[in-house]
């Protein structure tokens, strides 16, 4: 005859547990674990569904893991686990992570990742498209929360799903500053931001170089440059070579060698952000089209191209992946062709 019980046991520091057990059958039947518990109410309570279900001939249902199972995390939740996992990127790219995810977590945050459609994510882009949110940015959005939804074990992916289309937009053509325009900005900068904003007209690297190159980066001997992997967008090293009057200024700012910290920031006194904010006061100032630091890589690819270099080695020299997309979208971008005149610049005052 089937039967259930309450056994007490005595726990190491002097507690007690409430053990249930159970048999489906006679004596001779297997005894059935029935759960543990701190209280005998609850021990109680689990003995009473137990013997229902004996008494209506079904074999109780124990499965502790369905029962105790978490809920899934929301989408806010999902994307702060995320973003705290990806230690694997610079805090640059973490910044771009917690601005993409949150144009959607006031539209989504509060919806549980299993329960999230594709039609959360048509209504999220109609939303930022009305709020008007240009095409890139709402396709970063969607890419990110896609990632979290990927790290949450969400399969099939709703916000990989071909139906969530973005809107429309002409692709703005690039128009890189001329040298009449850098050189008046270059006038009005505080003189700590001069020499970096040299550097990256030079050498078209990303902004970011101004916080990551270090002394040690500098090969004084063969007067260049080295670009780590975290400021190349093919995180790969690449060296780029000064002119003589543009290694003079770098050197010109360096204590002598025997007392050098290779690891000193190169642009000490400056920083990308920084020298953003400069650049575009200066431009406002100067009553010139407002333009970026990574509006200078722009004018140096166009720069070499026009000087006559393959695609393949102006890719080389600033560290871009893609070669048709090099060609692509800087073919006819710059009007004027002229390098700045380095040496009379940084005799200024």
């Known amino acids: 005859m089937a039967s259930v019980w309450i056994k007490t046991r005595r726990t190491s520091n002097g507690g007690k547990r409430y053990r249930v057990e159970f048999r489906e059958g006679g004596r001779d039947s297997k005894v059935h674990y029935g759960g543990s518990f701190t209280t005998r109410r609850l021990a109680t309570i689990r003995a009473a569904a137990i013997e229902r279900d004996l008494a209506d001939l079904r074999v109780p249902d124990l499965n502790i893991s369905r029962l105790t199972a978490p809920k899934p995390p929301t989408l806010r939740e999902a994307s702060e686990a995320w973003r705290a996992s990806r230690v694997d990127v610079t805090e640059g790219t973490r910044t771009l ?83 009449d325009d850098v050189e008046a900005v270059y006038q009005r900068l505080p003189s700590v931001h001069r020499l970096p904003l040299l550097w990256l007209d030079w050498s078209g690297a990303r902004v970011a170089s101004i916080d990551l190159t270090l002394v040690g980066d500098y090969d004084e001997p063969r007067r260049r440059v080295r670009l780590r992997r975290s400021a190349t967008k093919t995180r790969a090293a690449l060296w780029v070579e000064l002119p003589d009057v543009l290694a003079d200024a770098i050197e010109a700012t360096m204590p002598h060698r025997r007392f050098r910290n290779p690891e000193a920031p190169l642009f000490a006194d400056s920083g990308a952000d920084a020298l953003r904010t400069a650049i575009g006061k200066a431009c406002k100032a100067e009553g010139v ?59 200024l005052p």
């Open 289 to 347: 089209p407002v333009f970026s630091p990574h509006d200078l890589r722009h004018r140096r690819i166009s720069l070499l191209h026009r000087q006559g270099r393959s695609w393949a080695e102006v890719a080389r020299f600033v560290g871009q992946r893609k070669l048709s997309i090099t060609a692509d979208t800087y073919t006819h971008v710059l009007v004027d062709g002229r390098e700045l005149d380095y040496a009379a610049l940084l005799e």
């Open 97 to 179: 992570h917690r601005v993409a995810l949150g144009r959607a977590l006031p539209t989504l945050g509060s919806v549980r990742v299993d329960e999230l459609t594709t039609a959360h994510f048509v209504e999220l882009v109609e939303t930022l498209n009305a709020a008007g949110a240009k095409r890139e940015t709402i396709r970063k959005t969607i890419k990110y929360v896609a990632a979290v939804l990927e790290d949450a074990g969400v399969d099939p992916n709703p916000a990989r799903d071909r139906r969530i289309r973005l809107p429309h937009e002409e692709q703005d053509e690039l128009v890189p500053p001329t040298a």
